[in-house]
């Protein structure tokens, strides 16, 4: 493992231990430690990423509708079993179950569904994107939230303010869940978060490029 991914995954695993996760639903599984988000243009072969990532890790499969999703999440379920990490599908839960996933990720428009995923489905991990107090203070029915962005960070957030981590961390304390902090996360600033109360670090780019380096 390389020294960005072994700082990663030790940081993500030291805020996991950390986080009384009582006040939370009763899960399913438990929380990984450290989630991979996919996205089509940064991440075009998520299955790569995904087949390092440690055991006990989890991946957000995000298709935005492409049309080789049946074919990228069936790929990337057999990397994520292989590798004893945790799949979740993001909103389309039609195409988790075809996949086989362990559960959907809702952006923050349809955290509302979680209600009705959770009773259909009550195997399923939920997970659910905020970007503001008051998705964070609406949210239930989920097993945790993916709060960003923490630090300036490309992709969709490049358009967001970054919250930092003394706003990240009194919003941490709001929610009815675990938090993960996502956006702009690297192995070089992740001891800013160690007191921040989240219960893992989800990103992109900087844990395909962690986990895929040699």
Known sequence: ???????????????????ALAAAPVSPRPLPPLLFFTDPERTPRPWETAARLPAGAGVVYRAFGAADAVETGLRLREATRAAGALLLVGLDAALAERVEADGVHLPERALSSAYALSGRRPDWLLTGAAH???????????HALVLSPVFPAGGASAAKPALGVERFSALVTMAPCPVYALGGVTARNTQALSESGACGLAGVEAIQAAFTSR
């Open 1 to 19: 493992m390389a020294e960005d991914a072994r700082t990663l995954w030790a940081a993500a695993q030291t805020l996991s231990q950390s986080v």
């Open 132 to 142: 503001s107090e008051a998705a964070v203070r609406g949210a239930r029915d989920l």
